[in-house]
């Protein structure tokens, strides 16, 4: 958790998104080779089975399943993102019911469903135990979770360092997620681990500092303090601005129902 004092004085949110950082993290995914996790999502639902999508956001996990024919059932919370992924659905043609609510609380609106996955959701749950075991409860065939091997957040640690002198947490990690699941649910996940280019990409410095700065907490007078401690880590490629490392080291976690 970020201290309470650094939100209580923050003039954003730091868990907010800006519309266009998932628009063109949608864009990008869309030119990419399919991710690790839809392969063994297309694995678990056969020719015929049926997908639920937990924290859909625009639909990047699952809507390719929907255009491949599938029944698909999306929950999210954030209206923003809801609609997101209501436009993402016409665009590509396709028929998927969304509930806007959060998991695990709207759980008992969603039928049992043969493949159960969540991308990029668990970082920022904070109770994680009923959210896995709602999951694995309506799963008739499997559960998967994509995650990054650690939390986003890790990464921006020096900047919370060097504008608050606050140290953050190095954690957690996708082995934190396995250890979880194995005491809670008795079950031992298998764990794929891969790489893929970043999708988030920079216009400009000004869209860099802006991002960082809302992570950061860091007043919007002071964000010209993040230009020296960011420029060592940007990249540009193609007349695009990267932050940080430009492949990113992700993980799927999932089981299958009869192990």
């Not at 659905?89 to 998927?96: D, E, F, I, K, Y």
């Not at 998991?103 to 609106?109: L, N, T």
């Not at 993980?251 to 192990?259: A, L, M, N, P």
Request: aromatic share 6%.
């Amino acid at each position: 958790m970020i201290p309470q004092r650094l939100l209580d004085a923050a003039e954003e949110s730091p868990y907010g998104w800006a519309p266009w950082v998932w628009e063109r993290m949608s864009a990008t995914a869309r030119s990419s080779p399919p991710p690790v996790t839809l392969e063994i999502v297309r694995d678990l639902a056969g020719e015929d089975g049926s997908v639920l999508d937990v924290g859909a956001g625009r639909g990047r996990a699952s809507l390719p399943m929907a255009s491949l024919g599938h029944e698909l059932i999306a929950v999210e919370p954030d209206a923003g993102m809801a609609d997101g992924f209501e436009e993402e659905a016409a665009r590509l043609g396709v028929s998927a019911r969304l509930v806007r609510g959060r998991w695990p609380e709207s759980a008992g609106e969603i039928p049992r469903t043969d493949v159960v996955v969540s991308a990029n959701v668990v970082y920022d749950v904070a109770d994680i135990v009923p959210f896995l075991v709602a999951l694995d409860d309506t799963a008739r065939r499997g559960v998967v979770i994509e995650l990054t091997e650690f939390h986003p957040r890790v990464s921006i640690a020096p900047l919370f360092r060097a504008v608050h002198g606050v140290d953050r947490p190095d954690g957690p990690s996708v082995d934190d997620l396995v250890a979880v699941i194995v005491e809670e649910l008795g079950v031992r996940p298998n764990v794929e681990r891969w790489e893929r280019p970043v999708m988030l990409w920079f216009e400009d410095w000004d869209e860099i500092i802006g991002f960082y700065g809302q992570r950061a907490t860091l007043p919007i007078a002071r964000r010209h303090e993040l230009r020296p401690l960011l420029e060592p880590r940007v990249t540009e490629k193609d007349g695009r601005l990267h932050v940080g490392d430009r492949m990113g080291r992700h993980c799927t976690v999932w089981w299958r129902k009869d192990q």
